[in-house]
Every structure is written in structure tokens, then in C-alpha cells.
């Protein structure tokens, strides 16, 4: 379909599930599409409300596409609140473009001519109805899947991170751009509990990598106590080896949680002591034969010496979102020895 836009002639892009990378999931909604981090169909089977509502946020969801158009729009469902979405031109920040609460499109344009690979990161802390692009109208465009190895992040909304800038500033993402990832994110503010329908999702998906950041929520909320916490993570991880027997494996404890390092919550637990159980359940299933399953203390990602950018005492601002991608690659790939393992 062609259509005049000021003085830019353009046509509408019909979009598949196939043209979205970083979701579990993406559910057909009337004339637009919608990315999910769990399977839509088995929404049921993830309470309360799909994961406390976060698995229906985009995450690190992106389309993603080759293009040789000077401008594209975004045409979505009526956002429900003020959300950014990042694009990409070959792996190059473009600029972030923002939809107030009740929008329906968003733009960009004067891009640099020429064929190129585009990437709109879409928000990490919101669901999208997406319905269609815009390109020129003599442009042409293909969907291009990302073959880069997978890599699965698990973790809370430290994980999410909502206080990022946009989309590509979460610390997943960078890490992602990085080390050259397909990444996608579980990040599940306020709800990485060790569900086991969570590990059996994870079982199903393809990837090279698997990284579970576990703890922060679990002291938050009280969910598990010292008499069931070793034995959740014992059995999250068997499921997950059950289709992903060599799979590295990165299990993180929480990166340094101020006055809750210490301070005991309502069961008796605090960050210190759950690091050393998450790291004796490690290094008992490392006895056990699993050669491809690694620890590694958040605080050796972000210290004490990181506490000013906590400005909540828990969640890093952007800046420290910003260290932690950065730090991915040094401080937890290259530490463990995982790159060799992951098939390039």
C-alpha cells in the first residue's frame, strides 16, 4: 500500500512473527503482533497474572530487518504508558524515539541510504501491540534472523532494568552488543522465584548460553527459606540440563545489596548466606560431573565499591547498568572460560 506522508511517498511493511528476535513467544493480536517473554498460549500456567504481569513486557524484544529506506515508522496499539524505542543501523545507535501514553507511532528518518541492518529495540518495561512499518515507497525489505549464538538472562528487575535510558541501555543489552549475543531477556521485576514452569521454559528454548542471576527476589519476598532455597536451585538446574545437557551455565548471586547483605528477612535469610548456598549448590553439581556449570558472586560484578550507583539501595541507575554490560564479557565470561564453549 502506498500513501503520501508530507512529501514522502511511503508503503506499508507487513510484519510476521518471524521479524521479531529476543521474545519467547509472539501472539497474533487482530492486525498487529505482540511479543511476549513466555508462551502466550500457556499464559495460565505462569502465576500470578503471567509472572506478576512482566511476561507480557517486551523485554529486550526488537525487529529486526534489512532495509534500504531513508525513513521508517513504527505503527502500534495505543501504548498504556510513556515508553522508548531504540534504533539500530548496523549494530550503530540511531536514536531513541518516544511514544507519550495513548500514542499509536513513533519515527525515524534521514537515515543513511544504502542497504543496512536495522534493529528497533522495543521497551523493556512495557507490553506492544505492534501493527505495521512504514518504509519509502521505493524501498525494499526482508526480514534477516539473527544467527548469532542465543543466549538466555535470567534474573529480576535488576535484570529487566527499568532505570535504564532506553532499551539498548540495559546492562543485557550491552553485554549482548558486546560480546555478540542473540540475547533474551527474563527479567522479571520482583519475580525470579525458581518457578519450575519458569526452568521448563527455559528447557524448551534454544541456546548457547544460559545465565540465571537468582536471589535478590527471593530475600525480598520471602519466597523461599534456608530449608528450601539449595533445593529449588538444585532442581531448576536439573530441568533445564534435561534438553541443555552442555550448555554452559552461569549461576550469579545478587551483586551487592547494601544493608541487605547482613540483614536477615522474615525467614532468616540474608545476601551473604544465600551467595554461599547458591555456590555449594554449584560446586556439589560440578562434583557431580557437570563440567559445563559455573558460579560467579555479583559482587565480583558490582561491588561495594559500586554502592553510589545504587541510588535505592538495590537497583543500579543507568550509569551502573551501563558497568554492568560492560563488565559482562571481562568479569563473567572471560572468568569462567565459557567463550571457548560457546559454538560460534
Same mark, same amino acid.
Given at each position: 500500500?502506498?500513501?503520501?506522508?508530507?512529501?514522502?511517498?511511503?508503503?506499508?511493511?507487513?510484519?510476521?512473527?518471524?521479524?521479531? #528476535?529476543?521474545?519467547?513467544?509472539? #501472539?497474533?493480536? *487482530?492486525?498487529?503482533?505482540?511479543?511476549?517473554?513466555?508462551?502466550?498460549?500457556?499464559?495460565?500456567l505462569?502465576?500470578?497474572?503471567?509472572?506478576?504481569?512482566? /511476561?507480557?513486557?517486551?523485554?529486550?524484544?526488537?525487529?529486526?530487518?534489512?532495509t534500504?529506506?531513508?525513513? !521508517?515508522?513504527?505503527?502500534?496499539s495505543?501504548?498504556?504508558s510513556?515508553?522508548?524505542?531504540?534504533?539500530?543501523?548496523?549494530?550503530?545507535?540511531?536514536?531513541?524515539?518516544?511514544? $507519550?501514553?495513548?500514542?499509536?507511532?513513533?519515527?525515524?528518518?534521514?537515515? &543513511?541510504?544504502?542497504?543496512?541492518?536495522? @534493529?528497533?529495540?522495543?521497551?523493556?518495561?512495557?507490553?506492544?501491540?505492534?501493527?505495521?512499518?512504514?518504509?519509502?515507497d521505493? $524501498?525494499?525489505?526482508?526480514?534477516?534472523?539473527?544467527?548469532?549464538?542465543?543466549?538466555? $538472562?535470567?534474573?529480576?528487575?535488576?535484570?529487566?532494568?527499568?532505570?535504564?535510558?532506553?532499551?539498548?541501555?540495559?546492562?543485557?543489552?550491552?553485554?549482548?552488543?558486546?560480546?555478540?549475543?542473540?540475547?533474551?531477556? &527474563? %527479567?522479571?521485576? *520482583?519475580?525470579?522465584?525458581? @518457578?519450575?514452569?519458569?526452568? &521448563?521454559?527455559?528447557?524448551?528454548?534454544?541456546?548457547?548460553?544460559?545465565?540465571?542471576? &537468582?536471589?535478590?527476589?527471593?530475600?525480598?519476598?520471602?519466597?523461599? /527459606?534456608?530449608?528450601?532455597?539449595? $533445593?529449588?536451585?538444585? *532442581?531448576?538446574?536439573?530441568?533445564?540440563?534435561?534438553?541443555?545437557?552442555e550448555?554452559?551455565? !552461569?549461576?550469579c548471586?545478587?551483586?551487592?545489596?547494601?544493608?541487605? #547483605?547482613?540483614?536477615?528477612?522474615?525467614? /532468616?535469610?540474608?545476601?551473604?548466606?544465600?551467595?554461599?548456598?547458591?555456590?555449594?549448590?554449584?560446586?556439589?553439581?560440578?562434583?557431580?560431573?557437570?563440567?559445563?556449570?559455573?558460579?560467579?558472586?555479583g559482587?565480583?560484578?558490582?561491588? @561495594? #565499591?559500586?554502592?553510589?550507583?545504587?541510588?535505592?539501595?538495590?537497583?543500579?541507575?543507568?550509569? %551502573?547498568?551501563?558497568?554492568?554490560?560492560?563488565?559482562?564479557?571481562?568479569?563473567?565470561?572471560?572468568?569462567?572460560?565459557?567463550?571457548?564453549?560457546?559454538?560460534?
Amino acid at each position: 500500500m502506498e500513501k503520501k506522508k508530507g512529501r514522502l511517498s511511503v508503503k506499508r511493511l507487513q510484519l510476521s512473527e518471524e521479524w521479531f #528476535e529476543g521474545a519467547v513467544s509472539v #501472539e497474533k493480536r *487482530g492486525d498487529g503482533w505482540k511479543p511476549w517473554r513466555l508462551p502466550y498460549q500457556d499464559f495460565d500456567l505462569f502465576p500470578p497474572n503471567g509472572i506478576g504481569n512482566h /511476561g507480557e513486557f517486551c523485554g529486550a524484544a526488537r525487529i529486526r530487518f534489512q532495509t534500504n529506506t531513508t525513513s !521508517i515508522v513504527l505503527h502500534c496499539s495505543a501504548v498504556q504508558s510513556d515508553v522508548k524505542i531504540d534504533c539500530m543501523s548496523n549494530g550503530q545507535w540511531i536514536g531513541t524515539g518516544s511514544i $507519550a501514553k495513548g500514542g499509536k507511532a513513533v519515527s525515524w528518518s534521514n537515515l &543513511l541510504s544504502g542497504d543496512k541492518l536495522i @534493529e528497533l529495540w522495543l521497551p523493556q518495561r512495557a507490553a506492544m501491540i505492534i501493527s505495521h512499518l512504514e518504509i519509502d515507497d521505493e $524501498a525494499t525489505a526482508e526480514l534477516v534472523p539473527d544467527h548469532r549464538p542465543k543466549w538466555i $538472562a535470567y534474573g529480576s528487575s535488576i535484570t529487566l532494568c527499568s532505570d535504564a535510558d532506553s532499551p539498548t541501555k540495559t546492562w543485557p543489552s550491552i553485554a549482548a552488543h558486546r560480546a555478540d549475543f542473540n540475547v533474551t531477556s &527474563l %527479567g522479571y521485576g *520482583g519475580n525470579c522465584h525458581l @518457578e519450575p514452569m519458569v526452568a &521448563l521454559m527455559i528447557r524448551e528454548l534454544p541456546a548457547e548460553l544460559i545465565t540465571l542471576c &537468582l536471589g535478590i527476589n527471593i530475600y525480598g519476598a520471602n519466597s523461599l /527459606g534456608p530449608r528450601t532455597f539449595k $533445593a529449588a536451585i538444585i *532442581g531448576f538446574l536439573r530441568i533445564i540440563r534435561e534438553k541443555h545437557a552442555e550448555t554452559p551455565i !552461569i549461576v550469579c548471586s545478587p551483586i551487592y545489596a547494601v544493608e541487605r #547483605e547482613w540483614k536477615e528477612n522474615l525467614v /532468616g535469610f540474608n545476601i551473604i548466606r544465600m551467595r554461599e548456598e547458591i555456590a555449594e549448590v554449584v560446586e556439589m553439581l560440578q562434583r557431580r560431573g557437570d563440567q559445563h556449570l559455573y558460579y560467579r558472586s555479583g559482587k565480583d560484578w558490582f561491588g @561495594e #565499591e559500586d554502592a553510589y550507583l545504587l541510588p535505592d539501595n538495590l537497583h543500579p541507575n543507568s550509569e %551502573g547498568y551501563r558497568l554492568m554490560g560492560e563488565r559482562f564479557e571481562s568479569r563473567i565470561l572471560q572468568s569462567v572460560g565459557v567463550r571457548t564453549k560457546i559454538k560460534q
